[in-house]
């Protein structure tokens, strides 16, 4: 059963110390996530950043013209009016919302929308409701994102693959397991990471931004009048004209923005400076150019509407072009799947999932992981997927409502903050909520359309995955308040063994524990079935804060329990929610703050408690809910695990809670 006993509770969850030294000792606390140089780390944020985007060209306009029995026609009106749309929303969502003003939006030089719901929580703390909101938000913003996780890595392969059908139609029967075959490949090799072919994902990417302008621009040089539909004036004349069909179209052109999360959310990685650099300098010349290509192609031959990425090619580069597609969506579906990890890993620091097993995979880069339990979800989700909808032009009907919720909620969050910590005056806060919030509303509005049709995918995916936080955080509250009144007082306890005069033994005894406030189970545990205390006992209390990384030199705290030199102590140490929570190396940072604290992480014993949680008739949470936290208790990893104790010199001892 999962040890709620060593949960790790937020910072508004820690009391204050009321008497406590802090190290002051400065040391870095994350290596530096942007050492390198601008252009290593431009070309590293091509490989990344700009996978899933990147590869849109692939089945983006070929969307837009077969969406709703083919509403949108390839005639110049549709074609000019479609390219426009294309162009102004790449324009208005990834450069001037996410390239200009969002990326300023760093949580500690992290982002991504769990990351500014707890930035945007933290100017709030005058306004408890805002902060309960914005949090909110993060959670619904965060459940989207493993709906989006799910459909990426599906219609981005299998619009690759399918490129084999126009080089080959008698291949379409392999287009199915072969998607299936590369997905596999790819989830699997997920326990070895991609530390080692992370460096070869920049130059692929590099390759793959300079073939969409080689296979575009001689289609844009052969009809330079093309161009006219960069004017914002051919969006009028579509909806003026199509009202109907431009609405139904802007249901799939937001497909060309799909990824512009990844920019905001893997600037931690990279530095925004990098991020825009690479943007102007390569990718958002190379998606328009190949957009324009294709509107010209459609110009030129109406029937191409069927694939035109791949029809803008010669005959001779199309199997190459598919090689190279492939390999540019696995990248894509690497990068995605590397931010649910991620995305899973602060929530569970946020106190919104139980812990995980998480696994690094690199040395030297710490933002590295694995995390088994989501890799193995995610893969069974994509294969359900691609074997319910078949082809990526089905799919596609599932995808917008995923990217337009995350867009419109990340909006939502960054003018609260821009409000809130930027003051930003009225006039520029409506400017942007209705000239951006407004297209995204109304990009939002077109996908509502397609719920029948497979649009209610990412809808069920966020509601289960809402479910779940909300239960985990409400039922570890229930548990948490039931545990306090079970363990007592910690002063109180330390008194008693002072009074009691408990026998020591020789040794050091750790116990993690989420509060000065009251004394460990298994503590209590200890001492009253052996009848001994430890000759050094250190308690430790994990604090995550809503920072993603807390520097060592700010992480410790030594609080005073009302007795001097009796070997007790307890230690607060701080982590943010990117930060690993090694309880044996954080001893090892804490020798020499006081005589107590210098010992050998490597001898000393840990303790932990144990609480099996059984499902009564108590009042505080319905009985399916119980159900769900137990099953998800049941799953947890243990707190071993996640402190990284060393397993033979740990201990558990047990207790029972009813929920």
């Known amino acids: 059963m999962e040890d709620i006993q060593a949960e790790t509770p937020t910072a508004e969850q820690h009391a ?35 996978g899933d985007i990147g590869t849109s060209p692939l089945y ?54 769990m990351a500014l719901a707890a930035l945007v929580r933290g100017v709030s703390a005058s306004n408890a409701r805002r902060a309960a909101i914005a949090l909110s938000l993060g959670v619904v913003g965060a459940a989207l994102f493993y709906g989006d996780s799910l459909i990426t890595p599906a219609i981005s392969v299998l619009s690759a693959v399918e490129g084999l059908e126009v080089v080959r139609p008698d291949l379409a029967r392999a287009v199915l397991p072969l998607g299936i075959a ?58 003026v004209g199509h009202p109907y069909t431009a609405f139904i179209a802007m249901g799939a052109v937001v497909l060309v923005i799909t990824g512009a999360e990844a920019l905001y959310a893997d600037m931690g990685h990279f530095g925004r400076r990098p991020i825009r650099v690479s943007w102007f300098a390569l990718v958002f010349p190379a998606l328009i150019v190949n957009y324009l290509g294709q509107a010209s192609l459609i110009l030129d031959d109406p029937a191409a509407v069927a694939s035109p990425f791949y029809l803008l090619a010669p005959s001779w580069a199309r199997l190459p072009l598919v090689v190279l597609a492939t390999l540019a969506t696995v990248i894509a579906s690497q990068a995605v799947i590397s931010g649910a990890f991620s995305v899973s890993r602060q929530a569970v620091r946020l106190g919104f999932l139980p812990h995980l097993t998480v696994r690094h995979t690199s040395a030297r880069e710490s933002g590295q992981i694995y995390v088994p339990a989501v890799n193995w979800l995610l893969f ?4 359900v997927l691609i074997v319910t909808f078949r082809s990526s032009e089905r799919l596609a009907t599932a995808y917008g409502l995923a990217v337009t919720g995350t867009l419109l909620l990340t909006t939502t969050l960054f003018l609260t903050y821009a409000a809130t910590a930027w003051r930003w005056a009225r006039w520029k806060l409506v400017l942007a909520a209705v000239v951006i919030g407004g297209v995204e509303l109304v990009y939002l509005a077109a996908n509502l359309t397609k719920i029948t049709h497979g649009g209610w995918l990412p809808l069920v995916i966020a509601a289960v995955i809402v479910t779940i936080m909300a239960t985990w955080q409400h039922g570890r509250r229930v548990v948490t308040d039931r545990r306090i009144a079970l363990e007592g007082p910690l002063t109180e306890f330390v008194d008693h063994l002072h009074a009691e005069r408990v026998a020591r033994v020789p040794g050091t005894a750790v116990f993690p524990h989420p509060t000065k406030l009251t ?69 090892a940072e804490a020798r020499g703050l006081s005589d107590e604290l210098d010992i050998d992480p490597a001898e000393a014993s840990y303790f932990l408690s144990h609480i099996t949680i059984e499902r009564s008739d108590r009042p505080g949470m319905r009985t399916w809910r119980k159900r769900l936290f137990i099953g998800l208790a049941h799953n947890a990893a243990t707190p071993a695990s996640y402190f990284k104790l060393p397993v033979d010199r740990t201990v558990v001892m047990g207790s029972r809670i009813e929920l």
């Open 16 to 50: 204050p110390c009321t008497a406590s030294r802090t190290s002051a000792r400065r040391t870095p606390g994350h290596p530096a996530a942007h050492g390198g140089g601008l252009f290593g780390l431009a070309l590293g944020a091509l490989g990344v950043v700009f």
């Open 60 to 113: 983006a306009m070929q969307t837009v013209f077969s969406i709703d029995g083919n509403a949108v026609k390839p005639t110049p009106e549709d074609v000019y009016g479609v390219v426009s749309l294309i162009f102004w929303s790449v324009t208005l969502v990834v450069t001037i919302k996410y390239v200009v003003f969002v990326l300023r939006a760093d949580n500690d030089g992290e982002g991504g929308v």
């Open 182 to 239: 590369i997905l596999t490949v790819l989830f699997t090799a997920q326990r070895w990471g991609t530390g080692r072919v992370g460096r070869l994902f920049g130059p692929v990417m590099v390759l793959w931004f300079l073939t969409l302008v080689a296979t575009g621009l001689p289609h844009v040089v052969a009809r330079p009048g093309v161009l006219l539909g960069l004017s914002p004036t051919y969006i009028v004349s579509f909806v």
């Open 380 to 383: 069974a989700g994509v294969l």
């Open 519 to 587: 004394a460990p189970l298994a503590l209590r545990a200890n001492v009253d079935f052996n009848h001994v205390l430890h000759e050094r006992v250190v308690i430790i209390s994990v604090v995550s804060e809503n920072v993603p990384y807390v520097p060592l030199g700010e992480r410790l705290a030594i609080d005073q329990l009302g007795h001097t030199d009796d070997g007790i102590i307890h230690l607060s140490a701080r982590f943010g929610f990117q930060d690993d929570q090694d309880v044996p190396a954080l001893l």
